[in-house]
């Protein structure tokens, strides 16, 4: 791990996963979308303009009810405007307020938006730090595209996503250990009933206040999250496994794009499993009842093989059902580095190896990983009427899981310099 | 067909549609949702206030390039904001003019929307009629119930509807024979993060000026619709059939709910059409190559039977892949009452039919059904380096097709007497 990654100026790594080669990763980065023409602008982040709040809120408190009603944004927002015969105008950071949207505008009818979700830490050292946020740049262009929304070059995304971070952490990150959610988004703003590509958009990026989710030990201050981290004490995730006849992603669809039509039609399965007790949906897929997700979140198993081998398996990404989780490809990666005896394995796998392993007493961990869960270990599965109880479930410690997910933030809070780590520089008043 | 239905202060009537039962669709009508408290207020058409513009815009001209961007609306908007903890607050008209939404809200990341699509017509009598709404009201319902929106009394819903047409029809519809599209909306506007039902929702409806698309008259005056039908001098629709790796909808999935998740993931397929001077993309289904929709629009086809009768088909609606149009359930009614030589039948079938009955020379017409494309003839189809060119292609008019075009616009401009036809009490200032 080359030291310099970690230095506020160096550029972003290139990273080490799996699902894409690094070549394809800097074809990504220095891409950009539908600028055919000269006179049509590019995102350029050498343009941005700020203009400080006059009075600033109440940063609340790390545990408080405002804090669990994730609906605290940060005193500023950047925002950019693109239109077709342009391309995009010089971004800005702003005071945080409502948009202006037309009542036809594409993004209300047509669900033309596609967003992101990192976190920004306090670590230790008192430095603010993203976790490979290149990734996180290459998947929202991916998606944006996938969407029909403007292109943009990855790296000017990224360099964006680092003036907003350092313009509101001084204020918003006050204590080493703080984190900090941000939500870059690009919405179709055209005003015209048309179903076409957007000829207008707006990127904007935020940042929220965030509970420690999926954390055994959080209790919340307010009944309703809505992330169902409340349920049954939080001692570990219940999951309800999705129906038959309520599927969330399907091949040729676009299960691995993160854009709201992967979000709301989910909606309805997952009150009802809060309903029922549980916090997440399991999705499954397929007659076959592949496992694919845990909520918004990858999940992965881990057992002993009928051979005695430790194997630990996650749904593959080829067939475009899955999202490509940034937290996915760090589990991956670190296990590969700091687990060799475990053979990490990407492929198709059915309920019903989950409860034949069951069975026989294979089952050793299961767990989410997402940016808002984080390492989320898995306690019950529920599946049509069988309760498949895990070794947590049964007040065994989720060793793995917390291993992983241990290493995984002393690299977020930089206790271990990391290229997967990347400093971000403040701008104090 | 009663006479009194024709009258401006009767009820919605029951429709004779195959889809839902009369009792069903009664079920429905009166259904309220989610209204489990006696403190929360239900949908109130009753409680409507209204507040006239001061300036009121310009009618464009119907063949303008104002009305071709679909984006001119009426000088008046009806809102309805509904909340967890009060249910829906009394609804408004309004000026029209930009919504103010937080960046947080839901609807702009897990595209928590939903709507309708309908249309006002001025009649060769002077009123102005609605074509079965009471179709719009309960799918509006039910779309709003599938994405997790808070449900609403259909019946007080299409109160609100006739209200806002009511308001609006007196400018906006000045002569016999002009029609204006109206866009129901519903989204979620809580301002939170949490991937959840939305707490906040605002139900608005608007009205907009939309060129004769569909129409092989109309020529646009100005170079992008959106809608395709520019493509080729629309002698007849061109349709090239999907990709394997792009499908649009899947059992268990959404496909049959009007929700913005269904239009947004498409556009990347039809903006590869109109590359290609094609007007939409004819949406196959599986292995078998299903026909499912065109664009937006649901598709019939018209052949010779092998045993020489005439036979009328269309995707069916069991599975939920395709949406129940309100045109195509007016389509199969009014065949089956005027053309009982045409045996109308709902059921899969595949492009491998079609183009075994073009090889035989059985192919009669091909055409979409939808409110904006209303009845569209298609002359091609391109299906994966095969053309089907349909006998309209050959310069064959497509009797049949303009037939049903006709018998509808009779009703719904009046000339035919039909309890479809739903005149509207106009509110002259």
Chains 1, 2 share one sequence.
Not at 258 to 272: D, I, R, T
Request: proline share 7%; glycine share 10%.
């Amino acid at each position: 791990m080359a030291p310099a990654a970690d230095s506020p100026i160096s550029p972003p790594s290139p990273t080490s996963g799996a699902a894409l080669t690094k070549a394809g990763q800097k074809a990504i980065l220095t891409q950009t979308i539908s600028n055919d023409s000269p006179t049509i602008t590019d995102l350029d982040a050498s343009k941005l303009t700020s203009t400080r709040i006059t009075s600033p809120k109440a940063v609340p408190a790390p545990d408080s009810p405002e804090v669990w009603s994730q609906s605290v944004a940060t005193d500023h927002m950047l925002t950019c405007r693109w239109t077709e015969s342009a391309g995009w105008e010089a971004p800005e950071i702003k005071p945080y307020g409502a948009l202006s949207i037309m009542p036809t505008a594409s993004v209300l009818h047509y669900a033309t938006e596609c967003f992101e979700g990192l976190k920004a830490y306090r670590g230790d050292d008192g430095r603010v730090r993203l976790f490979r946020p290149d990734r996180n740049a290459t998947r929202f262009l991916r998606s944006a595209t996938r969407i029909s929304l403007p292109g943009f070059p990855p790296s000017e995304f990224l360099e964006l996503l680092k003036q907003f971070v350092g313009y509101d952490a001084p204020r918003w990150l006050p204590h080493n250990g703080d984190f900090l959610y941000l939500r870059p988004t690009i919405i179709g703003t055209s005003p015209a009933l048309g179903i076409q590509k957007p000829k207008e958009a707006l990127m904007y990026i935020i940042g929220v206040c965030f509970p420690p989710l999926g954390d055994p030990k959080a209790v919340p201050a307010t009944g309703g999250t809505g992330m169902g981290a409340e349920a049954k004490g939080a001692a570990g995730m219940k999951l309800l496994a999705s129906k038959h006849d309520m599927i969330r992603a399907w091949p040729g669809g676009f299960g691995n794009a993160k854009v709201g039509a992967n979000y709301g039609p989910s909606l309805v399965a997952q009150a009802e499993a809060r309903d029922r007790g549980y916090n997440q949906i399991l999705w499954l897929f397929g007659e076959e009842c592949f496992v694919t997700e845990a909520g918004g979140s990858n999940f992965f198993v881990l057992w002993k093989t009928k051979e005695g081998g430790l194997e630990m398996v996650t749904a593959p990404l080829e067939d475009g059902v899955i999202l490509e989780g940034v937290t996915r490809a760090s589990v991956i990666d670190i296990v590969r580095e700091k687990l060799p005896d475990v053979n990490v394995v990407e492929r198709k796998f059915t309920m019903e190896e989950i409860m034949q392993a069951d069975k026989e007493e294979r089952l050793i961990e299961g767990f989410g990983s997402g940016t808002a869960f984080f390492i989320a270990p898995c306690s019950d599965i529920h599946f049509r009427g069988v309760d498949v109880v895990l070794p947590l479930g049964k007040g065994v410690e989720a060793k793995y899981a917390m291993a992983i997910k241990g290493w995984l933030q002393d690299i977020m809070y930089g206790r271990t310099k990391h290229e997967w780590g990347v400093v971000v520089e403040e701008q104090h008043e």
